[in-house]
């Protein structure tokens, strides 16, 4: 299929500009070099590799099997202590892609540009989408509403054109994207490349729980609830017993004190830091719910990584062809 020419391809000299988003506890080397060797872009989040060795291994894994470029996702908050470590690890290997989530980017930028790398920096709106540019990002991920994980609030409709009037800087679309109609709106609107997670959770090579793609195929948009009992902040979640099971409504003595900024924000730290840092397995973790954006409800088959790559990228030439 012929490639799609877009800022985004042509700064990593990729055939397709759809990059499989780095998603916790869920991206994995496979999924990396499978996205990249398909003609898009695989990611993965730093965290999922630890301790910090497996994390430097497995971007030599990667180098091993594929000369085609990837991005890594790194925290840049101070709740992640492993961050230094994380960018130089990433930066000695010349990864061509960083992703910043969280705090502020400006070191990992100064150091990334001294070696050629990209930075990339997660917005959900205008302001930090101002600041980071400033800082010398060198693109966007506008993070819309619907999306899987911590989703911003703003309609992808309204946030992708005022990234892309107001700022210029590539904005990649992340949000409720999972097939070729998204891919279509999105690059009408003026993104350069579309984040899809949810989709691949739902590939043959997403090395998660049976069950976890089961109730990805089966939930409809409704399904979706944005809570943030998980850990701490607003995120999808598809609605399980298990999700239920946290109580997804506040009780009267945290109705109480959440009025209080300082104490919302002590609970809500308290709960990032027991999902990203601790027992993966505990009560609330990704491993146990699951995480997913609005677009679950035109996902209906397992395919393989190349199959999702080549079907978007089918369906989105399709839908262009017949526009009105
Ligand atoms: C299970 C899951 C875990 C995620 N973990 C991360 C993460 O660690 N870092 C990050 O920047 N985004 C994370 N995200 C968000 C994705 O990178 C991406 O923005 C999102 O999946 C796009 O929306 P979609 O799922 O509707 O395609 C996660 C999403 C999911 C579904």
């Known amino acids: 299929?012929?490639?799609?020419?877009?800022?985004?391809?042509?700064?990593?000299?990729?055939?397709?500009?759809?990059i499989c988003a780095p998603m916790f506890l869920v991206s994995t080397v496979k999924m990396v070099v499978n996205a990249s060797e398909a003609g898009g872009?695989?990611?993965?989040?730093?965290?999922?590799?630890?301790?910090?060795?497996?994390?430097?291994?497995?971007?030599?894994?990667?180098?091993?099997l594929t000369t085609k470029p990837f991005g890594i996702n790194i925290i840049v908050q101070k709740s992640n202590k492993y961050q230094y470590k994380q960018i130089d690890y990433a930066l000695d290997e010349r990864?061509?892609?960083?992703?910043?989530?969280?705090?502020?980017?400006?070191?990992?930028?100064?150091?990334?540009?001294?070696?050629?790398?990209?930075?990339?920096?997660?917005v959900v709106g205008y302001e930090h989408a101002k600041k980071v540019?400033?800082?010398?990002?060198?693109?966007?991920?506008?993070?819309?509403?619907?999306?899987?994980?911590?989703a911003g609030n703003i309609s992808p409709l309204a946030l992708i054109p005022n990234l892309v009037k107001k700022i210029e800087l590539p904005v990649v679309a992340a949000g409720s994207i999972v097939s070729g109609n998204g891919m279509a709106a999105a690059f009408a609107l003026g993104a350069s490349a579309v984040y899809m997670g949810t989709r691949f959770i739902a590939s043959?090579?997403?090395?998660?729980a049976e069950k976890y793609k089961i109730a990805i195929t089966s939930a409809a948009c409704e399904d979706i609830v944005n809570t943030d009992r998980v850990d701490g902040f607003p995120g999808n979640f598809i609605r399980t017993k298990?999700?239920?099971?946290?109580?997804?409504?506040?009780?009267?003595?945290?109705?109480?004190?959440?009025?209080?900024?300082?104490?919302?924000?002590?609970?809500?730290l308290n709960?990032?830091?027991?999902?990203?840092?601790?027992?993966?397995?505990?009560?609330?973790?990704?491993?146990?719910?699951?995480?997913?954006?609005?677009?679950?409800g035109l996902i209906d088959e397992v395919l393989s990584i190349k199959e999702i790559m080549e079907k978007t990228i089918r369906e989105y030439k399709e839908i262009k062809a017949h526009l009105p």
């Open 133 to 150: 540019a400033d800082l010398g990002a060198d693109g966007l991920i506008a993070v819309g509403f619907g999306a899987g994980g911590h």
């Open 271 to 296: 709960r990032a830091a027991r999902s990203l840092f601790g027992d993966v397995d505990s009560k609330a973790s990704y491993k146990t719910v699951y995480s997913a954006g609005h677009g679950v």
């Open 1 to 18: 299929m012929d490639s799609i020419k877009t800022d985004f391809s042509t700064q990593f000299d990729i055939k397709y500009p759809i």
């Open 41 to 64: 872009m695989g990611t993965f989040p730093a965290l999922n590799y630890r301790p910090i060795e497996k994390y430097r291994q497995a971007i030599i894994k990667i180098k091993d």
């Open 95 to 122: 990864v061509p892609l960083i992703i910043t989530s969280l705090g502020n980017p400006a070191e990992v930028i100064r150091l990334s540009h001294q070696v050629g790398t990209r930075v990339y920096c997660d």
């Open 204 to 208: 043959k090579e997403a090395e998660v």
């Open 242 to 268: 298990e999700l239920e099971a946290l109580g997804l409504e506040k009780g009267l003595i945290e109705e109480i004190f959440t009025k209080n900024k300082r104490i919302k924000r002590f609970i809500s």
